[in-house]
T-cell receptor, first 113, second 114 residues
Framework: DVKVTQSSRYLVKRTGEKVFLECVQD?????MFWYRQDPGLGLRLIYFSYDVKMKEKGDIPEGYSVSREKKERFSLILESASTNQTSMYLCASSLVGAGYGYTFGSGTRLTVV | GQQLNQSPQSMFIQEGEDVSMNCTSSSIFNTWLWYKQDPGEGPVLLIALYKAGELTSNGRLTAQFGITRKDSFLNISASIPSDVGIYFC??????????????FGKGTLLTVNP
């Protein structure tokens, strides 16, 4: 069963901590994405990557960075966590090209206290 | 970034009722997709549409790709309690470059009363 796996379902971190959210896909997809989901705001794109070591900013990249050292793994980094980064974080992957949807992970619910 | 206009934002219905939701955009898309997100999970693809005017079914779900390529709708017939969740529409321009990225609606929260 092909899938996208996020390392943690729930995380609680303190303000100012450096936080790593990990995502691994086993479908050999070129593209990977990080979204955050907040009530009433839908899915907002933070960063995406279309190849190893390549990354592009999404709509809300401030306060975040990413790393893609291997094709199957895409990490989201909160350099100094703040309470306004409390959210549900969703990772997704897809093949390159038109007509392909995304496969999402189950999400990581992050609480920053 | 651009977002699709998805409506309604939420729906409360009785089991057995039919449901309809739609998405509109100011620009055209070449692919429309519909996702469902169960509580506490990530979105899962329900239906993909690739041609203007296309009508596609998946069990009790039916979706259509609007003729203008600027809208799409999703119908659920004879709703059941497990239909509860958030439904997202998504449009993709494609092909080429970053045009493969999906643009998402804000979602329709569906509650089904048994």
């Amino acid at each position: 069963d092909v899938k996208v796996t996020q390392s943690s379902r729930y995380l609680v971190k303190r303000t100012g901590e450096k936080v790593f959210l990990e995502c691994v896909q086993d479908m050999d997809h070129e593209n990977m994405f990080w979204y955050r989901q907040d009530p009433g705001l839908g899915l907002r794109l933070i960063y995406f990557s279309y190849d190893v070591k390549m990354k592009e900013k999404g709509d809300i990249p401030e306060g975040y960075s990413v790393s893609r050292e291997k094709k199957e793994r895409f990490s989201l980094i909160l350099e100094s966590a703040s309470t306004n980064q409390t959210s549900m974080y969703l990772c997704a992957s897809s093949l390159v090209g038109a007509g392909y949807g995304y496969t999402f992970g189950s999400g990581t619910r992050l609480t920053v206290v | 970034g651009q977002q699709l206009n998805q409506s309604p934002q939420s729906m409360f219905i009785q089991e057995g009722e039919d449901v309809s939701m739609n998405c509109t955009s100011s620009s055209i898309f070449n692919t429309w997709l519909w996702y469902k997100q169960d509580p506490g999970e990530g979105p899962v693809l329900l239906i993909a549409l690739y041609k203007a005017g296309e009508l596609t079914s998946n069990g009790r779900l039916t979706a259509q790709f609007g003729i203008t390529r600027k809208d799409s709708f999703l119908n659920i017939s004879a709703s059941i309690p497990s239909d509860v969740g958030i439904y997202f529409c998504a449009g993709q321009l494609g092909p080429g470059g970053s045009n493969y990225k999906l643009t998402f609606g804000k979602g329709t929260l569906l509650t089904v009363n048994p």
